[in-house]
């Protein structure tokens, strides 16, 4: 259900026992951790959720999730999942680089991978992806691979979520 994906500098792959400590640091790290989900949890509620990678994600096969890693060192978390949210109907791609890896175009590479494949590999029209309006830098990666801003959704805590799309064009028509 989780295969491996590569691009030129990083490899996506299932994650392994040994990187629950990596997983935490970087969902502990405020700076990377508040934009995932509901923000910030505890160092406990972290470990619980990498436990659910592989007890409910990859035991059930729901949808692929990986590790991260450049120059074989892990930096980050990828999944391409079915939103979460009953307004948004179809995929979405969540991620998140530590901040060692800032700064050299992680960030677009891997959300163009993870467009891509939703596109190619699952086959869908579109891909979304929810982002907190305040978050700058992912709003400019996917902008830069052009995705379009569609609905805007005032949370209950005030903040605003922004929804993204990314479309593949319609195939052309035989005449």
């Known amino acids: 259900m989780t295969p491996e ?3 030129e500098r990083l490899v996506l792959s299932p994650y392994v026992a040994t990187d629950e400590a990596d997983f ?3 969902f502990q790290d405020e700076t990377v951790g508040r934009w995932f989900g509901d923000g910030m949890q505890s160092a406990a509620e972290d470990r619980a959720l990498f436990g659910r990678i592989f ?3 990859y035991a059930e096969e729901r949808f692929p999730v990986w590790a991260v ?3 074989g060192r892990y930096v980050g978390h990828a999944e391409v999942k079915p939103s ?3 307004w948004l109907d179809g995929h979405e791609i969540v991620y998140g680089l530590n901040r060692a890896s800032w700064g050299l175009g992680l960030g677009t590479e891997l959300a163009r991978l993870l467009t891509s494949y939703g596109h190619e590999t699952l086959g869908l029209t579109e891909v979304h992806a929810t982002v907190d309006s305040e978050n700058a ?3 400019s990666v996917l902008k830069r691979l052009g995705y379009t801003q569609g609905r805007q959704i005032t ?3 005030g903040r605003i979520t922004l929804q993204l799309t990314s479309r593949q064009p319609a195939p052309p028509t035989g005449e």
Do not use: D, W, Y
């Open 55 to 57: 007890t409910l994600i």
């Open 24 to 26: 935490v640091a970087l």
């Open 5 to 7: 994906l590569r691009s």
């Open 69 to 71: 890693r450049h120059e």
């Open 137 to 139: 830098p992912s709003l």
């Open 84 to 86: 979460p949210e009953s």
């Open 155 to 157: 949370e209950e805590n």
